[in-house]
């Protein structure tokens, strides 16, 4: 599917771009979204060496599994396929954490680390699992409990009250999340969405789930490492400081509620936002300093570990380039061409009848394809109709109930060389269409309240 939706953007753009005599604007557009591929690329990668480093950490010390146990009846319900003391858990457990907090510089990576976990249950290479297009459809929704970026667009243009969108935010991720999650369902038993039998063979000669490394030396870079099968029970010492991290975590935090004006307008909201943004703030340092903790204290040597998974970051990011470039090329390309402000216009009375307002309808059409572009345009709405407007919220709303669509398929499904995303692509506009609709929805009824 993602092949025909490439080549319809491609070729739309080049239509509607000569007729509009617009082919520089989108050349233009094109070679920017080939220079940005590079760059997102490489900007990744440090954090991507850090955050897999940890990982790494994590899953040596076996903390890994008790993420994956806490959450075991909920993950084993939208995951049966996965087994759960696999690695995937733990990582898809992180990464939806991550997502929830704001934390997207986290996020990425380990949800990358989650699809190279998922990718060794992967009995048909270059085909997405149930449990990828379960992963891409959560992540596509993104539950999210502090939508940082809108809440300060509002407040830099002097919203009275920007924390107001937390709240109609997280309905409308909860909106997209189950819409996303029930298309998926729903597709996934139509014969077309079904995985291929095409290579039964390849499928009966290769394993069903790789076998985890019994210890630390058998296990390579590439493989999921050995989860904590040779760590140490925690050391007494380690326990110690690991209470006291967690009550200066939570000093900090405090400090933090009390002495913060958010983001230029949260001071004035209710104390359990201040307090969850500045959760959010301390959440990474604190685990910067508690994983490599706990992990010496299970006998991990954590700065060999570290620097093993790292490597791995570096190699991931360099292998999504091909598949950014493609994306991001046809995105500018579609872009420039002028096809948004042309859908605009075409949708614009239709979407008017189920009370959409036409304003938004170029960030709605955006917001699957690129993120910077889609907070532009809403830096424009807020501009045009005013902070504390019913635009300038549903629009605010809109932003944070869900994720660049197609960014994620491309980023998240290229690390691992997925090239038939069966409902992947359908599940997640589905998500982002009903993000839409639910935040418009939302926000006019709290404005009437």
């Not at 940005?36 to 890994?64: F, P």
């Amino acid at each position: 599917m993602l092949n025909w939706i490439w080549l319809l953007m491609v070729v739309a753009a080049a239509m509607v771009a000569g007729f509009g005599q617009r082919l520089q604007a989108a050349l233009d557009g094109a070679m920017a979204g080939a220079r940005q591929s590079v760059e997102l690329a490489l900007g990744l990668a440090g954090i991507m060496c850090v955050w897999l480093g940890l990982m790494r950490l994590a899953e040596r010390s076996g903390l890994v599994i008790v993420l994956g146990r806490i959450l075991r009846p909920l993950m084993r319900r939208l995951f049966p396929d996965v087994p759960p003391d696999h690695p995937a858990m733990g990582s898809m457990v992180l990464n939806i954490g991550a997502n929830m907090l704001g934390v997207s510089n986290a996020a990425t990576p380990l949800g990358l680390r989650a699809m190279r976990d998922l990718e060794t249950l992967n009995r048909r290479p270059g085909t997405a699992t149930d449990a990828m297009c379960t992963f891409l459809a959560i992540n596509t929704g993104s539950v999210q409990l502090i939508p940082v970026t809108a809440i300060a667009v509002l407040a830099a243009n002097g919203a009275r009250n920007p924390a107001a969108l937390v709240g109609t935010t997280l309905i409308a991720t909860v909106c997209s999340s189950v819409a996303g999650l029930v298309t998926l369902k729903v597709l996934g038993r139509l014969p077309a969405f079904r995985p291929s039998n095409r290579d039964e063979e390849w499928e009966a000669s290769k394993p069903h789930a790789p076998a985890l490394a019994s210890n630390a030396s058998d296990a390579s870079p590439e493989a999921p490492v050995a989860m904590g099968a040779n760590a140490s029970p925690l050391r007494p010492w380690a326990s110690l400081a690991l209470m006291l991290l967690a009550g200066c975590f939570a000093w900090f935090t405090w400090r933090q509620t009390l002495a913060t004006d958010g983001v230029g307008g949260l001071a004035a909201a209710a104390g359990w936002v201040r307090f969850l943004q500045a959760a959010s703030v301390a959440a990474i340092p604190f685990l910067l300093a508690a994983l490599p903790l706990y992990a010496a204290g299970r006998g991990v040597r954590v700065h060999e570990e570290f620097v093993m998974g790292a490597r791995d970051g570096f190699d991931t990011a360099v292998r999504i380039i091909p598949y950014l470039a493609a994306m991001l090329v046809a995105v500018g390309f579609f872009r420039g061409a002028g096809v948004i402000d042309h859908l605009s216009r075409l949708l614009a009375v239709p979407l008017g009848w189920v009370g959409f307002p036409p304003e938004l309808l170029p960030m709605a059409l955006l917001r699957p394809l690129t993120s910077s572009g889609t907070l532009a345009l809403y830096g424009d709405v807020v501009k045009a109709h005013g902070a504390d407007s019913y635009l300038a919220m549903a629009g605010g709303t809109l932003f944070g109930s869900t994720e660049t669509t197609f960014y994620v398929i491309a980023v998240y499904f290229g690390s691992v060389g997925i090239r038939r995303t069966r409902h992947a692509v359908w599940a997640g506009l589905a998500a982002d269409t009903a993000g839409a609709l639910a935040a418009a929805w939302v926000c006019r009824a709290f404005m009437a309240a």
